[in-house]
């Protein structure tokens, strides 16, 4: 099985490419589920929807926002907020097996993303634990009790 760490083979411009088939094809079958789940009656809807936070690998500004984009343009998910500060995205899924698949799902097509976007792709570690974040309005004595 590959690394999803190594670095990309391939020349820049064919690793573009590359992405741009996968997603085009990512985005067909993703239309297909969510077109045939509208159509079936509601007593045998397969929805399952859940926002899940999903640890990203990105760090520029183009890449938070292409990811984002390429998210909510996919049938059937939606970024709903980021927190950069964190490495975290905030992901609305309509067909949730199992936070571990949509978080895969999402990974795969960052990773793809960034092996494609960037000359070096480089590191594409994220981090391990989802962080616990306390609202920055609250100071922190306000937070506690």
Do not use: C
């Amino acid at each position: 099985m590959p690394d999803r760490h190594a670095p990309a083979a391939g020349p820049w411009i064919w690793r573009i490419i590359t992405f741009l088939l996968w997603y085009a094809k990512e985005f067909l079958i993703a239309n297909v589920q969510v077109t045939a789940d509208v159509l079936r009656p509601t007593t045998q809807m397969k929805m399952s929807p859940a926002i899940i936070a999903v640890p990203a690998a990105s760090e520029t500004d183009a890449e938070w926002t292409m990811i984002s984009n390429l998210i909510t343009l996919t049938p059937g998910t939606m970024t709903l907020s980021i927190s950069r500060k964190h490495s975290i995205l905030y992901v609305h899924g309509m067909f949730v097996d199992s936070r571990e698949s949509l978080v895969t799902d999402i990974q795969e097509m960052e990773d793809r993303l960034l092996q494609a976007m960037r000359r070096r792709p480089g590191d594409l570690r994220r981090p391990m634990e989802v962080p616990v974040v306390v609202p920055e309005d609250l100071s922190p004595s306000e937070g506690e009790g």
